[in-house]
T-cell receptor, first 115, second 116 residues
Framework: NAGVTQTPKFRVLKTGQSMTLLCAQD?????MYWYRQDPGMGLRLIHY???????AKGEVPDGYNVSRLKKQNFLLGLESAAPSQTSVYFC??????????????FGPGTRLTVL | EDKVVQSPLSLVVHEGDTVTLNCSYE??????LLWYKQEKKAPTFLFML????IEKKSGRLSSILDKKELFSILNITATQTGDSAVYLC????????????????FGQGTILTVHP
């Protein structure tokens, strides 16, 4: 099992450009999450999904959109990037109906710089 | 709004020392508290503490949960340079409807540096 994978690993954008980050998991997890991590601030939840076709806002959703068209994939979009969105982005997944636990498994992260 | 505060924010020790990391929390309808270790990559899971499991141990690491005082500690004995990392504490609660969707609120993390 690959676990949780993210693409790309690094990206540099100019202000106003758009991009999509892709997260994929092969653990048949129901729930998926997007976080951003900034120095001294831990992990903050951007958006999350409790199943295919559903999404919900987290703590810091402004400037981001998400979609979950397939159970194994969760996409994070930036329509018009701003320097304040320079961060490391982590995707995570959790909850198997079979196992019934809520431990979150994380992807390797995407380092995004907006100039 | 759920809140998690970790202390200290950073800690420098020498190999062989014992360290205690603290995590205090406020959460609506507590469900679980998790500890993660983060080196220069993704957080990796250490422990999950719940109402039915308030003490966990794995090798040199151990953790306890005090639900009355709303805090947890992570102990690392006989530290090694490989223990150098950011340690993250996270709590999960339930909303008014009783569901949690596995959402976690993370603390700022404690940066542990272990010198040889």
């Amino acid at each position: 099992n690959a676990g949780v994978t993210q693409t790309p690993k690094f990206r540099v954008l100019k202000t106003g450009q758009s991009m999509t980050l892709l997260c994929a998991q092969d653990m048949n997890h129901e729930y998926m999450y997007w976080y951003r991590q900034d120095p001294g601030m831990g992990l903050r939840l951007i958006h999350y999904s409790v199943g295919e076709g559903t999404t919900a806002k987290g703590e810091v959703p402004d400037g981001y959109n998400v979609s979950r068209l397939k159970k194994q994939n969760f996409l994070l979009g930036l329509e018009s990037a701003a320097p304040s969105q320079t961060s490391v982005y982590f995707c995570a997944s959790s909850y198997s109906k079979v196992q019934g636990n809520y431990e979150q498994f994380f992807g390797p992260g995407t380092r995004l710089t907006v100039l | 709004e759920d809140k998690v505060v970790q202390s200290p924010l950073s800690l420098v020790v020498h190999e062989g020392d014992t360290v205690t990391l603290n995590c205090s929390y406020e959460v609506t309808n507590f469900r679980s508290l998790l500890w993660y270790k983060q080196e220069k990559k993704a957080p990796t899971f250490l422990f999950m503490l719940t109402s039915s499991g308030i003490e966990k141990k794995s090798g040199r690491l151990s953790s306890i949960l005090d639900k009355k005082e709303l805090f947890s500690i992570l102990n690392i004995t006989a530290t090694q340079t490989g223990d150098s990392a950011v340690y993250l504490c996270a709590v999960g609660g339930r909303n008014a409807g009783g569901t949690s969707y596995g959402k976690l609120t993370f603390g700022q993390g404690t940066i542990l540096t272990v010198h040889p």
